[in-house]
């Protein structure tokens, strides 16, 4: 694939303003403290390195350079260079993940996402929402839901949705309780929900597609906004109903080690297809080179790419990393890495 509106400038590793924004549930001082951003009490959530819209919406969701450039008008304008050939060949001009921080306040309500085929069907998007979570923090003993824990009918499901049955739906899923450095792949269709108080840095497929099943005590009206506009007698197509299997959840687990002296992997490769996540411990060990978006959480150091000049980095820092840059080299700074999936 060309790219013949390209210029030649080649962009460098940047560091990112915060990009916070009004939602319905409450939460977001600790996004404010971390990213030096607006915090709460309704900003529960940081969209970073994001080129993609809130569902419905034209631009709100959509990450600027310190400039005020649109990133999306960045990328659109030089993919080659910000994405790599090989993924400009393969994926377009989209950068195939967002990467949000989710800091909430209250208790995420019981909901799922579509997948890829069902997005494509009934939406006409190119994406599901296939995501995972890497717990920065969490209080003791704080849970999240995973999956159904028996086999539900879509009619069973639907009743628990009309009667606004909230007890009735936390108690149907499974808990599992999470720790910092605990990370969890959550497939499209799998019912989810988060406890108040659970700090996390969240990749997923680049669509904004959330389809509620309870929705009493949050600042929005499920009957209205709870469906992606299909009603739920669709939208209830999309949710898996049977209970993910040990071998399933084993795969879906996993944890990173902030002890480690090493460059290291996050999530199992079952998430491999969606997107990529690295625990980079601050030794500067050499890293290939990529688009990537990193969010550095413990000390001062400094990123080191081959093509760019050096970029002094700190906690709470967020730079996007363009494949331009060449390998990298990030001494000092501990953080994560995250990254689409490999063209």
């Known amino acids: 694939m060309e790219n013949p509106t390209a210029t030649s400038t080649p962009p460098a590793p940047i560091k990112l303003p915060s ?21 709460g009490p309704m900003r529960p959530e940081e969209w970073i390195a994001s080129t993609t819209t809130r569902f419905g919406e034209s631009t709100t969701g959509l990450s600027s350079l310190a400039d005020g450039t649109l990133l999306r008008d960045a990328i659109e304008a030089n993919p080659s260079m910000w994405l ?33 085929k069902f997005a494509l069907e009934k939406l006409h998007i190119n994406h599901g929402k296939t995501e995972a979570w890497i717990v920065l923090d969490a209080p003791a003993h704080a849970r999240v839901g995973l999956g159904f824990n028996r086999t539900m009918t879509k009619s069973e499901v639907a009743d628990l949705v009309a009667a606004h049955d909230s007890a009735g739906l936390l108690d149907s899923l499974v808990f599992l309780e999470v720790k910092a450095g605990d990370a969890i792949l959550v497939p499209a269709g799998v019912p989810h929900a988060i406890d108040s108080g659970i ?23 499920g009957d209205i906004d709870g469906h992606l506009n299909l009603g739920f007698d669709t939208a209830l197509d999309a949710l898996r109903l049977n209970p993910l ?11 990173y080690e902030t002890d480690s002296e ?6 199992h490769s079952i998430a491999d297809p969606f997107f990529r ?15 990537g978006i990193l969010l550095c959480l413990s000390g001062e150091g400094v990123l080191a790419a081959e093509n760019s000049e050096p970029l002094t980095v700190s906690e ?28």
Request: glycine share 12%; net charge negative; proline share 7%.
């Open 199 to 221: 700090f996390v840095l969240e990749l997923q497929e680049p669509t904004d597609l959330s389809i509620l099943l309870e929705w009493d005590g949050f600042a929005v009206d």
């Open 19 to 39: 990009n916070q924004f009004d939602h319905f549930y409450k939460g977001g001082y600790r996004i404010g403290k971390l990213r030096n951003g607006p915090g």
């Open 316 to 343: 709470g820092d967020a730079v996007v990393i363009p494949h331009c840059a060449g390998s990298f080299e990030l001494s000092g700074c501990a953080g994560i890495l995250c990254r689409p999936p490999a063209a």
């Open 262 to 267: 090493n460059a290291h992997a996050i999530f």
């Open 84 to 116: 790599g050939q090989s993924h400009y060949d393969q994926f377009g001009t989209s950068i195939e993940i967002l990467v949000k921080l989710l800091d909430p306040d209250q208790r995420l309500p019981v909901h799922y996402h579509p997948d890829q």
């Open 277 to 291: 996540a690295d625990y980079l411990p601050g030794n500067g060990e050499r890293i290939e080179a990529g688009f």
């Open 245 to 255: 299997n040990e071998g399933e959840m084993a795969e879906l687990v996993s944890r």
